[in-house]
T-cell receptor, first 121, second 115 residues
Framework: NAGVMQNPRHLVRRRGQEARLRCSPM?????VYWYRQLPEEGLKFMVY????????ESGMPKERFSAEFPKEGPSILRIQQVVRGDSAAYFC???????????????????FGEGSRLTVL | AQKVTQAQTEISVVEKEDVTLDCVYE???????LFWYKQPPSGELVFLIR??????QNEISGRYSWNFQKSTSSFNFTITASQVVDSAVYFC????????????FGKGTMLLVSP
């Protein structure tokens, strides 16, 4: 049972280029989350997607960043015109959605991929 | 608003010492989840534990133990008889139960275990 797959593991871009990071969730998971880890920092939530829908993008920078999770294929985080400050590790996580018996609210465990490390020269 | 504070930036111990990593959180929700993740030098995130806010029973798993104190909003993590392989950055995280699992992470504590 494959885990969350991210590629590329390492990506080097020059300022102004585009970066595309891909994430294939675990089998059976239809919820994908992207987190960013800046150097010396914890992970920060960026965006939450379900198939063909963006549910919460409150953590996404307003410009240059976009994410999608098409009906077929992996989720993609796209960064246009990268700058040095975009250098970070980008983690993808996936989740099934299941009902919690205790309080009847839905919650899901997150399974993280190994991350994609973007370096902007 | 939710917040997770890991006041210890870096801890150095010698092998076989016990070490406790502190985690203090803030949330307005009455039900929530708390997590610990390990990030070894290789960079991946390794899930260690998830704890429900309505279950204050402490948990032990081998050399790892967790002390959840709702009264002080703390969820501390203790490694007994530390080993070199425990060297990593450890993250505490909080998830409010609001329909999906957006995690708020602390900044992490780097643990260095020397032989």
């Amino acid at each position: 049972n494959a885990g969350v797959m991210q590629n590329p593991r390492h990506l080097v871009r020059r300022r102004g280029q585009e970066a595309r990071l891909r994430c294939s969730p675990m089998k059976g998971h239809s919820h994908v989350y992207w987190y960013r880890q800046l150097p010396e920092e914890g992970l920060k939530f960026m965006v939450y997607l379900q198939k063909e829908n963006i549910i919460d993008e409150s953590g996404m920078p307003k410009e240059r960043f976009s994410a999608e999770f098409p009906k077929e294929g992996p989720s993609i985080l796209r960064i246009q015109q990268v700058v040095r400050g975009d250098s970070a590790a980008y983690f993808c996580a996936s989740s099934p959605l299941r009902t919690s018996g205790r309080d009847n609210k839905r919650t899901g465990e997150l399974f993280f991929g190994e991350g994609s490390r973007l370096t902007v020269l | 608003a939710q917040k997770v504070t890991q006041a210890q930036t870096e801890i150095s111990v010698v092998e076989k010492e016990d070490v406790t990593l502190d985690c203090v959180y803030e949330t307005r929700d009455t039900t929530y989840y708390l997590f610990w993740y390990k990030q070894p030098p290789s960079g991946e995130l390794v899930f260690l534990i998830r704890r429900n806010s309505f279950d204050e029973q402490n948990e032990i798993s081998g050399r790892y133990s967790w002390n959840f104190q709702k009264s002080t909003s703390s969820f501390n993590f203790t490694i007994t008889a530390s080993q070199v392989v425990d060297s990593a950055v450890y993250f505490c995280a909080l998830s409010e139960i609001s329909g999906y699992s957006t995690l708020t992470f602390g900044k992490g504590t780097m643990l260095l275990v020397s032989p």
